[in-house]
């Protein structure tokens, strides 16, 4: 192992040490729960849990990588010992729920919960700062600007808490995260809201063994006695942080908490400045402090507001310079070991001591970064630094060239190129440029692009490309504008534009089943959809002649899967037309056609260290050579100006870390543009935040900070990422309630939507019922247009909401949902020819189908349909004869004719 990263601030460590150098985390501690048995599980939702950050009094605190966006979560498993009654899951869910509906940036966010394999547990955001009590014995004392400026920002934070009815009930400093921000401030996060209560015992009384949740050192007397306790409990609390700040002491100590929670019930407060008189206290922050500290909860602040509007005054008047501490050259001895540590490191890297500083020389020396400090804060760039947004389209010469390349000896051909990159590295940008380019030189450019919700809407692209190619009106025309179309075609267009569509076929029809006389078969309908296209690109020709026409999709992994199918029928059969097809996509994406692919990469750093290093300077990963992200470099920049520090190493996270530090009613607005998508317009932001104030200016603010894009009269995130990255960080509860009111108008009554967008609203509204019923209309529609990839999807998703709806236990009967969505799945699954995977899903829903019934009979039908096709014959009798005597038990007449049909054609072969 060549070297270690911190999994607290991301440093690169000396394999041979025991703490890191910059934040004092046990590496080597990180490193020996490698056997944990936990690392490396997946949990729900794609969470990849890496390594073991701490025990607390909750449960174990975890790493883990959302693997769809290469973010970095923390993960909370709860202590089995707290879930020994039979009401502590409900008691869970009730806590987790609270704590996801606070959206505030001066409180960790919860992006989900759930419990996986009888382990309950909470995806939150991951902090990469240091704890107020960490912050406290290496900084302190605080200077009182400092102090000021860490309480109104947990007060901002309780306030909205409060506002909710949500009630913290164990704040310490444990429980404060300070971020250092470029101008020497702290960005402050208050965590473990709200979920205290989940160690509260029955019992009330300061006596019995366990005591009554709280941390004694910080309860608040009513707290102490057991008494109903609201917002003015945890205001108390943050009386005692204020006091513990400004003397270095607790109010109260004594040898037992029992002692300690009797003086907070019985004593008054000490006089701080009289505790520290050299501190030399302002008698506003002391009079402050003490009415924090008042035992009647009425005589007590009553809100955080009032809390936060005395600390507000104290603020102007106690502006305190920062202190620097000079560099030098040499190193310092540890006192604990010894060993010599560079200048710089606020901690040993042998036994992890607290490494002081001596006392700087009577001449200052010049900062100069100490060889192997490792990561160190990052410069901010001065004013005249600060680069233009967005950024220069550099570097790109030779990929133009590539793609120009493509223009040529075409006649009477199509020529499908790819792009391949990963996000953020500017394919988007290089399409855009050329086609810019190509468009001013006479060249026909269609774009096609995601339907705007990113619910995978069916033909919504192929819509789009055919209206555009053919020069058809919205929604297709009438049939007399489809001039020189075949009759494949023309059905192909009717079936396109929703002009015929058939209804689905019933539910009760079975996957063994043959098609019935004159049915439109789901190839057939994809054979006419491809047609259809086919005829656009003829139409297109006819229209432009002598003009070469260039059809651009971005983010094609994104497309819907009936117009990808269209899409790659018609390159691997092209018509006798020209046409230049350039699709991007990511790496991971199979395009399912042979041609010509650039596989982009980053900018070379020589071509933009010039705009970055003031930024990036610390990167000592960074070379000439190094390859850069132009949306890394532009997010970095932007978390620069804003105040960040030391911009985290991936890109998600950087662009989490953004998200995360708005202001809230600028988080509020791009939460909602995200759920609405890439079309949201004013109207409809107002609408879902209920008419929220100046939402005008706050996209103007967005706009400026390169997080939203307008087009026209709508809003879009600017980058898909960004879009994803908001909604992946969006309390789950938050999130909830965004997309229910997404559904309706003001009046409440139910949007036009597709059905695929309502189904996508419905499930993150947590509407299971109607989220699963939607879902299996579009599973049935999708695989009706010969789209089995889609129909896959729907049917995971419903299976995944089924299945988490077993531990939520808001929906009836969720067994019944799961062995619905297993089987469908299983069918889809088989008729597309993966079938193993579709014994596999199967065979697993069938240990949850019981040992009799109706829908048991029928998966074992299916798994017998499975094992034939597998030429698997004695299983497939084995589950035949099962299904059989099922469905003969339980009067199912109609299974029982289908599953002998299916007898008598195997044996018909």
Not at 220 to 243: A, H, K, M, N
Not at 573 to 596: K, R
Request: glycine letters at 8%; aromatic letters at 6%.
């Amino acid at each position: 192992m060549s070297e270690i990263r911190c999994p607290q601030c991301a440093t690169s460590c000396d394999p041979v040490h025991r703490f890191c150098h910059i934040c004092g985390f046990p590496i080597s501690e990180a490193v020996s729960r490698a056997d944990d048995p936990l690392i490396g599980t997946t949990l729900p939702g794609g969470y990849v849990i890496l390594d073991l950050l701490g025990v607390g009094g909750m449960g174990r605190v975890y790493r883990a990588e959302q693997k769809a966006l290469g973010r970095t979560v923390a993960v909370k498993i709860i202590h089995p010992y707290l879930l020994g009654d039979e009401s502590a899951s409900v008691r869970f869910i009730t806590e987790a729920r609270a704590a996801s509906r606070l959206n505030h940036p001066n409180i960790v966010s919860v992006f989900d919960f759930g419990k996986s394999d009888n382990q309950l547990y909470l995806v939150m955001e991951y902090l990469r700062g240091r704890d107020l009590a960490r912050v406290d014995y290496e900084d302190g004392p605080l200077p009182f600007k400092r102090i000021v400026d860490v309480m109104m920002q947990v007060l901002a934070g309780l306030g909205e808490a409060h506002e909710l009815g949500i009630i913290h009930r164990d704040l310490k400093p444990e429980n404060i995260v300070l971020e250092p921000m470029r101008k020497a401030g702290d960005f402050v996060k208050v965590v473990d809201f709200g979920l205290a209560k989940m160690r509260e015992l029955p019992s009330s009384h300061i006596t019995s063994p366990g005591i009554v949740c709280g941390t004694p050192d910080y309860m608040s007397p009513e707290q102490g006695r057991g008494d109903p306790i609201d917002g003015r409990s945890d205001l108390y609390t943050c009386g005692v942080l204020l006091f513990q700040l400004l003397t270095g002491r607790l109010p109260f100590e004594a040898e037992s908490p029992t002692q300690v929670v009797l003086m907070h019930l019985t004593l008054p407060p000490p006089n701080p400045s009289v505790i520290a008189p050299t501190r030399r206290i302002p008698q506003a922050l002391v009079n402050i402090t003490l009415k924090a500290l008042e035992k009647d909860v009425n005589k007590r602040y009553q809100t955080a507001d009032q809390f936060a509007a005395d600390l507000r005054t104290v603020f102007a008047e106690n502006e305190a310079a920062p202190i620097s501490m000079p560099l030098g050259d040499a190193g310092i001895q540890c006192r604990s070991c010894s060993t010599m540590v560079p200048r710089g490191q606020k901690f040993c890297g042998e036994c992890g001591e607290r490494v002081l500083a001596p006392a700087p020389a009577s001449q200052p020396r010049s900062a100069k970064k100490p060889a192997g400090s490792g990561r160190t804060r990052a410069p901010s760039p001065a004013p005249s630094q600060v680069p233009e947004f967005p950024l220069r389209f550099v570097g790109r010469e030779r990929d133009l060239d590539w793609l120009g390349a493509r223009r040529f000896g075409m006649e009477n051909s199509l020529v499908a190129a790819s792009i391949v990159a990963e996000p953020g590295t500017g394919a988007t940008r290089l399409l855009e440029e050329f086609l810019q380019r190509n468009a001013e030189s006479g060249d026909v450019v269609v774009k096609m692009t995601p339907d705007p919700w990113g619910a995978d809407v069916g033909y919504h692209a192929l819509r789009t490309a055919i209206t555009r190619l053919a020069g058809l009106p919205e929604g297709g025309g009438e049939v007399s504008d489809w001039r020189g179309a075949t009759p494949e075609a023309r059905a192909g267009l009717m079936a396109v534009f929703g002009k015929n569509d058939l209804p689905p076929p019933p539910s009760s029809t079975k996957v063994w089943s043959k098609p019935t006389l004159g049915a439109v078969l789901p190839d057939d309908r994809r054979f006419t959809a491809a047609e259809a296209l086919r005829w656009a690109i003829m139409r297109a020709n006819e229209r432009h002649r002598g003009r070469l026409v260039i059809l651009a999709i971005d983010d094609f992994h994104a497309v819907d899967g009936a117009s990808r199918n269209a899409i790659a029928d018609v390159v691997a059969e092209p018509p006798m037309h020209s046409l230049l097809l350039i699709a991007t996509h990511a790496p991971e994406f199979d395009a399912a056609w042979i041609g010509p692919t650039l596989k982009l990469k980053g900018i070379p750093a020589t071509l933009l260290m010039h705009i970055a290093a003031p930024v990036l300077s610390y990167r000592t990963d960074i070379t000439e050579e190094t390859l850069l992200s132009p949306l890394y470099v532009d997010q970095a920049l932007r978390f620069s100006v804003e105040g960040g520090t030391n911009p985290p190493l991936q890109l998600a996270d950087l662009i989490a870390q953004r998200i995360e530090r708005l202001p809230l009613e600028a988080r509020r607005v791009l939460q909602a543009v995200s759920v609405l998508g890439d079309d949201a317009g004013l109207d409809d932001i107002g609408r879902i935040l209920q008419d929220s104030q100046e939402v005008s200016a706050l996209l103007t603010k967005l706009k400026d900070a390169g997080l939203v894009k307008q087009d026209l009269g709508s809003f879009r995130a600017a980058h898909p990422m960004i879009r994803e990255i908001t909604l992946a960080t969006t309390p789950v509860a938050v999130r909830r309630d965004l997309h229910a009111r997404a559904l309706v108008d003001r009046e409440g009554d139910p949007l036009p939507f597709p059905i695929e967008v309502r189904a996508l609203h419905a499930q993150h509204a947590q509407d299971s019922l109607e989220a699963l019923m939607l879902l299996e209309q579009v599973a049935d529609r999708a695989n009706e247009r010969g789209d089995r990839e889609g129909a896959v999807l729907a049917l995971r998703r419903g299976l995944e909401l089924a299945r988490r709806e077993m531990f939520r236990g808001e929906l009836d009967e969720p067994e019944k949902a799961v062995l619905i969505f297993s089987r469908k799945l299983g069918e889809v699954l088989a008729t597309s020819g993966a079938l193993t995977d579709a014994d596999g899903v199967l065979r697993e829903a069938l240990d949850l189908a019981g040992p009799a019934g109706v829908e048991r009979a029928w998966l074992l039908g299916v798994l017998a349909h499975v094992a034939h096709k597998r030429d698997r014959a004695k299983d497939a009798v084995m589950f035949y004869a099962q299904a059989l005597e099922n469905a003969r038990a339980h009067g199912a007449s109609d299974l029982v004719a289908s599953l002998e049909k299916m007898r008598r054609d195997w044996a018909a072969v």
